[in-house]
């Protein structure tokens, strides 16, 4: 957005360029209002990769208790067998995702915001835990606050506790564990705190040190490694589901993003796609690398909804300290809105949806409520709202408008 508006000041050329564009973008070259340029064929003799998507129900009632499925498993062993390397994408960091009691159903929760705590292992070298250590700490993503793992479940006191999901840790210990003595290194928020981690872990992987390189989103874009054949996308439906209406943009956009890793030399690549949501048009349509058949699918949602392109939305977040000045200040601003929508029949395609809590209600321990303002374009949104916050107190608490936001949440 920044850069458009820069191009129409100096009277010059804005070039996007994504194997994944924005659903905005594409459609503003379907419309056109931007020239649409498409190359069909990709770089290099080898072609697009060959890919599959695996239902993990199956491999499940089968009796593979694994995270590598029997697809994937032979695929790895046959790429390292003849030297290759291969590249395992989840979209989840730390050991587990979260510690769940199997007797009252209590999730173990940060104390200062509301979401479950991460478990990570504090050690340098990835292994599977042994009998008793289930990991060193809980980590929470959003304020970084650290606590010991409880013995007990501190609602019920049951010992029945247990870690659920998986993220790059567990992966690079199931690897360490099934595929020794090939080597994998990982690549995520918590490897590359250094200020050369990053260089230093893909030039370890590039020199062939290590065989499999696995990690978060950063190692799905961008990457050209001409010996990587095999990729494997892990848990693909972890992205889908969200409360967010680009959840499946996201997710369609990062795994065919991972699987274009594979086969960028000489030699074909092999893509393995693990869901237990198979039928996702998300994940259909990236299996398949088929962005046109993906947009269409998901411009006929954000047209019957009446999300961006078609539409407009704000987020206005009031947080505060005090839970009760929170949700004062926000049902005052819904008020506020409201009225001028009686009063000006210029608003009346505008809808206030809240005021209501945020889906992450609690981030060091200040409490967030908020409106979503859905309108025809962003100028009527901006007419309705600038009067108001000019005008409206909101006191000690702390007020941030948000604009077609990429993230919900």
Known sequence: DIARLRVQDHQAVLVLGSATPSVESYQRGQSGAAMLLTLHERIGAAGMARTEIVDMRRELAEGNRSMFSNSLRPALRGAFSHGRQAMLFINRRGYAGFVLCRRCGTIVRCKSCSVSMTIHINRHESTEPAAGELASQLICHYCGRIEPIPDTCPACGSRQIGRFGAGTQQVEAAFNREFSPYKAVRMDQDTTIGRN?????????????????????????????????????????????????????????LITQAAGRAGRGEEPGTVVIQAYNIDDYAI??????????????????????????????????????????????????????????????????????????????????????????????????TALLTPLMNRLDFGKAAVALDFDPYNMV
């Open 284 to 381: 259909r349509f990236a299996a398949a690398q088929d962005y046109p058949g993906f947009f269409s699918q998901e411009i006929a949602y954000r047209r019957l909804m009446q999300y961006p392109p078609f539409g407009s939305l704000c987020v206005l977040t009031v947080t505060s300290l005090q839970e009760q000045e929170a949700e004062k200040q926000c049902a005052l601003a819904a008020s506020a809105c409201r009225e001028r929508l009686k009063a000006d029949q210029a608003f009346a395609a505008i809808q206030i949806m809240g005021p209501a809590k945020a889906p992450v209600y609690r981030i060091r321990n200040r409490y967030r409520r908020r409106l979503v303002i859905r309108g025809p374009d962003q100028a009527v949104l």
């Open 197 to 253: 981690a990053h260089a230093r872990i893909l030039s370890q992987f590039e020199q062939g040190q290590a065989h499999a390189l696995i990690g978060t989103q950063m190692i799905a874009k961008g990457h050209d490694f001409a010996n990587v054949t095999v990729v494997g996308i892990l848990a693909a439906d972890l992205m889908l589901g969200l409360s967010d209406f680009r959840s499946s943009e996201r997710a369609f956009q």
